[in-house]
Structures are given as structure tokens and as C-alpha cells.
């Protein structure tokens, strides 16, 4: 079945620092593939997505690239600020009408001042 | 409305009871989804809705668990006769089309059965 692999966590990192969270999917057929934040007390937020093979998804300072030959989506940040302490999922979805999210473990980030 | 709505944003229950959680999707959004996010295990989908029906109930964990979608909008969750394992934070999404868009999240209903 299709399924999500994020590194373990939790994650702690000085202000500034660059940050790599790596993301591994297995998919039957061709995925959209997504990064969601959850901030605390809040709800999940899509953070980036990538709809095809190469595509590079990028928001707030955050990029990630799909990538086919490794299925993999790490999600990049080259300075990161304690704002983006926070708990970061990655997830696949296919299309069809029959399709859902299906979602990795999350790994909890924080950054210290 | 503007946004995913869940209600009630937190339940306390003692076990045995029966609960239902409440999921307002964004308007004109036909796809909605239920989801529980236990402590260390992630997003766990539970149910899909495409409009009233449910095409993909894989994710129920038992039969104590049921939902219903009436006029294409509100969603209901209940669970009967929870139990001590059902402590979760309960979350609905909705989307206008499904899978490769990615969806938009309510803030959650976090159930605690004691």
C-alpha cells in the first residue's frame, strides 16, 4: 500500500540554522506530494506541495523537490527562525475519486533562540 | 464559512458513553475527510465523503465507530461506547476536488475518555 516515512524526531535547532527533514513515499501509481505544518494549539496547514516528478513546492523560505528516482520530498530551509518551531508532516495523495492524504508519523521541530 | 469548523473543540467523556463530533466543511467543498492524530502516531485516516457518500470507509477502526454527511455540508463522527484508546484529537478536512490538491484542516476536536 502507498505510505509516507519521515526521520525520527524531535528535531532541535539554533536560529539560523539550515534544516533538512527527509521524507521517503512508496506509491502505486504517480503522487502529489505535500508538507504540512502544525503550529502549537493550531490546525494543520499546507505548507508546499508538488504535483509532478522534478517539481519544486516552496513557501515561507521552505522548498522541497520531488524527486521519482529517490521517492523522496525532504523539505529544506536555509536559515530557520523560532517561529518555525512546529510539528511538520509529509504526505502523498493520488488522484481519482476515490483518493485521500495519506500522511507520515510528523517530527517536531524547535528552534532556539 | 471561511474555514474548516469542528465542534465541540474539546470533549471529556467517561467510558462507556457515546459522543458525536461535528465537521462544517468550507462551502461548496464535496470532499470531506475525517482523520485522529494519537500522540506519536500521526494522522490516522478514518473516512472519506465525496458529497453524502462515503466511498472509502477503510480507515473505521471498529464498528462502534459511524459517519454521516447530509446536504452535501456538515459531517457527523460518533462513536459508541468509547473507550480509553479513542483519547485523540479527531480532525475533518474538506477539499474541492480530492487527493492531488490537498485538503484544508479544522482545528480538531480533542476527545478525552476517561
Known amino acids: 500500500g502507498d505510505s509516507v516515512t519521515q526521520m525520527e524526531g524531535p528535531v532541535t535547532l539554533s536560529e539560523e540554522a539550515f534544516l533538512t527533514i527527509n521524507c521517503t513515499y512508496t506509491?502505486?501509481?504517480?503522487?502529489?506530494l505535500f508538507w504540512y505544518v502544525q503550529y502549537p494549539g493550531e490546525g494543520l496547514q499546507l505548507l508546499l506541495k508538488?504535483?509532478?516528478?522534478?517539481d519544486k513546492g516552496s513557501n515561507k523560505g521552505f522548498e522541497a523537490t520531488y524527486r521519482k528516482e529517490t521517492t523522496s520530498f525532504h523539505l529544506e530551509k536555509g536559515s530557520v527562525q523560532v517561529s518555525d518551531s512546529a510539528v511538520y508532516f509529509c504526505?502523498?495523495?493520488?488522484?481519482?475519486?476515490?483518493?485521500?492524504?495519506?500522511f507520515g508519523k510528523g517530527i517536531t521541530l524547535s528552534v532556539r533562540p | 464559512g471561511a474555514g474548516v469548523s469542528q465542534s465541540p473543540s474539546n470533549k471529556v467523556t467517561e467510558k462507556g458513553k457515546d459522543v458525536e463530533l461535528r465537521c462544517d466543511p468550507i462551502?461548496?467543498?464535496?470532499?470531506l475527510y475525517w482523520y485522529r492524530q494519537s500522540l506519536g502516531q500521526g494522522l490516522e485516516f478514518l473516512i472519506y465523503?465525496?458529497?453524502?457518500?462515503?466511498?472509502?470507509k477503510s480507515g473505521l477502526p471498529s464498528d462502534r465507530f459511524s459517519a454521516e454527511r447530509t446536504g452535501g455540508s456538515v459531517s457527523t463522527l460518533t462513536i459508541q461506547r468509547t473507550q480509553q484508546e479513542d483519547s485523540a484529537v479527531y480532525l475533518c478536512?474538506?477539499?474541492?476536488?480530492?487527493?492531488?490538491?490537498?485538503?484544508?484542516f479544522g482545528s480538531g476536536t480533542r476527545l478525552t475518555v476517561v
Open positions: 478536512a474538506s477539499s474541492f476536488l480530492p487527493g492531488e490538491q490537498g485538503y484544508t
Open positions: 506509491a502505486t501509481g504517480y503522487p502529489s
Open positions: 508538488a504535483t509532478k516528478a522534478d
Open positions: 504526505a502523498l495523495g493520488l488522484t481519482g475519486a476515490n483518493s485521500k492524504l495519506t
Open positions: 462551502s461548496g467543498h464535496t470532499a
Open positions: 465523503f465525496q458529497g453524502n457518500s462515503a466511498p472509502d
